[in-house]
């Protein structure tokens, strides 16, 4: 699982332990995981660099399955009070990193273009 994912082996044991996987034991007692994990412990990771705990991925991973029914017995109005915050908080950090890419792709416009060589020139140094 750890060279399919990238993950250390460290990383999936902690996943391991925070309840976000459960991987099956064989008879021999190591852990054997299906293909599912791979996806699964892709989106642990990309939730984990997107900035939200693990209590609140452990809650939320069971609505990402497929197909998508969404059961949440436990879903008190205080979770989904702060779901809402972290999804605000991910639209603002998406906003920003957009914003970010925006300027870089502006920045490197524009240092091609003063790179270009002139009209006419074809070594692109100044004429005299």
Do not use: W
Request: charged letters at 30%; glycine letters at 6%.
């Amino acid at each position: 699982m750890a060279r399919l994912t990238g993950a250390s082996r460290r990383l999936l044991r902690y996943y391991e332990e925070q309840g976000l996987i459960v991987p099956d034991r064989g008879t021999n007692g190591y852990r054997e995981y299906d293909d599912r994990y791979v996806d699964r412990v892709n989106q642990i990771r990309g939730l984990l660099n997107a900035g939200l705990p693990t209590r609140i991925i452990k809650q939320i991973l069971p609505c990402l399955d497929k197909p998508r029914s969404i059961h949440f017995p436990d879903a008190t109005p205080e979770m989904l009070a702060l779901l809402a915050a972290e999804r605000d908080s991910l639209t603002e950090r998406i906003n920003v990193l957009i914003r970010n890419r925006d300027a870089m792709s502006e920045y490197l416009t524009e240092v091609e273009q003063c790179r270009a060589p002139a009209p006419g020139s074809s070594d692109g140094a100044p004429s005299s």
